[in-house]
């Protein structure tokens, strides 16, 4: 089974700290992506890397940047937390190619005190 | 710019009925995928369908199948036979070219014995 492993399910953090939030996959995907999942807003795009060391800004990007440094490994970095990054932050992994299924990680919620 | 767009916050069906999830999305390409995906309690995001545009036949998974109407925009979840363990937030994406995916906002559907 393709396994999308987060490293914390539940977080909690101080206002300006940095936070790493990592995520591994054991499928050799090509792509891996970040959402933040927010009530009435449904997923949205942080990040995403279609190779190692190759990034991409999605669509809410500020205050938060990524690493790419092994094909398996995807690190989301919030450089100085603050209380309105407080979420659920998702995860997740694709092969290249149009149209394939993205597999997900079960989500770190993020607290931000 | 892509948008996808679920209408109903909200559905609740008593186990057995069959229910309906809506979704229209927006986009200027003709090549795209659709997604229905699932995010029960446990919050693992798991694909329940997906649909690609340049085929008029409906996806059908099981007791899952949808209504894609590509002139209105629209892609619709039919679930029949409705278990408990459908209960679950359900997202409608949209991908093309990148294989990033654009997420509704969730419609959370609970299944009542």
């Known amino acids: 089974d393709v396994k999308v492993t987060q490293s914390s399910r539940y977080l909690v953090k101080r206002t300006g700290e940095k936070v790493f939030l990592e995520c591994v996959q054991d499928m050799d995907h090509e792509n891996m992506f970040w959402y933040r999942q927010d009530p009435g807003l449904g997923l949205r795009l942080i990040y995403f890397s279609y190779d190692v060391k190759m990034k991409e800004k999605g669509d809410i990007p500020e205050g938060y940047s990524v690493s790419r440094e092994k094909k398996e490994r995807f690190s989301l970095i919030l450089e100085s937390a603050s209380t309105n990054q407080t979420s659920m932050y998702l995860c997740a992994s694709s092969f290249g190619g149009p149209g394939t299924e993205a597999f997900f990680g079960q989500g770190t919620r993020l607290t931000v005190v | 710019a892509q948008t996808v767009t679920q209408s109903q916050p909200e559905m609740s069906v008593q186990e057995a009925e069959t229910v309906t999830l809506s979704c229209t999305y927006d986009?200027?390409?003709?090549?795209?995928?659709l997604f229905w995906y699932k995010q029960p309690p446990s919050r693992q995001m798991i694909l329940v369908i997906r649909?690609?545009?340049?085929?008029?036949q409906n996806a059908t998974e099981n007791r899952f199948s949808v209504n894609f109407q590509k002139a209105a925009k629209s892609f619709s979840l039919k679930i029949s036979d409705s278990q408990l363990g459908d209960t679950a937030m359900y997202f409608c994406?949209?991908?093309?070219?990148?294989?990033?995916?654009?997420f509704g906002q969730g419609t959370r559907l609970t299944i009542n014995p």
């Open positions: 994406a949209l991908s093309q070219g990148a294989q990033k995916l654009v």
């Open positions: 649909q690609e545009a340049y085929k008029q």
């Open positions: 986009t200027s390409e003709n090549n795209y995928y």
